[in-house]
């Protein structure tokens, strides 16, 4: 398997993710200079907490413009996880907003809490939910029509542009679980903490991106 390396801009701990990526036989690598991330063949964007402190944080690591670079330019494969796939949208309303890498079309903004009470359910959405991979989805390939995987979220991406969608879910309202488009794919849900489907996911992105 290719190289995967994980941008490392000084959010989360990777812990988990460098874990998952060796138990289905990949070997991950940290990356947090320019240079380095020049020369990957894969690319991993992780996150936690705040859009806005997170696109704060990984513009001021200098990482932001060479991975547009990679991505853009290159055409390297990424996955982005969680406020990592977030960061790759247009647009984030999270502690007053900010935009985003553009790299994906729609807007990060948070389940609407009446909407949600009136419905019985809680925010944050956390723990295992059903998602509907698109049909022939490569991310998906060979898990079926739905899967269950691990979320922990507050905000979410409500729509993006149809040959943008991976895959769906349903709390209270529809929301985008997973983006895949081209060599770009994320998922808002952790693979690293679904278990064996996560485990898959990420085999799918090693093999098939």
Known sequence: MTVVSIVDYGV??????INALEHIGAQA????????????????L??????????????????AD??????????????GICVGM??????????GGAPGLGLVPGVIDKFD???MKAKGLKVPHVGFNTVRPKSGSLLFKDLGDGIDVYFTHSFRLASTGDDHVGA?????VDF?????????????FHPEKSQANGLAILRNFMDNF
């Open 12 to 17: 989360g701990n990777l812990r988990s993710v």
């Open 29 to 44: 690598e940290l990356v947090s200079d320019p240079a380095a991330l020049r020369k990957s063949g894969k690319l991993l």
């Open 46 to 63: 992780p996150g936690v907490g705040s859009y806005r402190i997170a696109m704060e944080q990984f513009q001021a690591s200098g990482l």
């Open 66 to 79: 060479t991975l547009m670079e990679r991505v853009t330019q290159d055409q390297i494969p990424m996955l």
């Open 86 to 95: 977030q960061l790759m949208t247009e647009h984030g309303t999270e502690d």
């Open 113 to 115: 809490a009446d909407t």
């Open 168 to 172: 769906l879910c349903n709390y209270g």
């Open 176 to 188: 985008v679980a997973a983006v895949e488009h081209e060599h770009v794919v994320a998922t808002q």
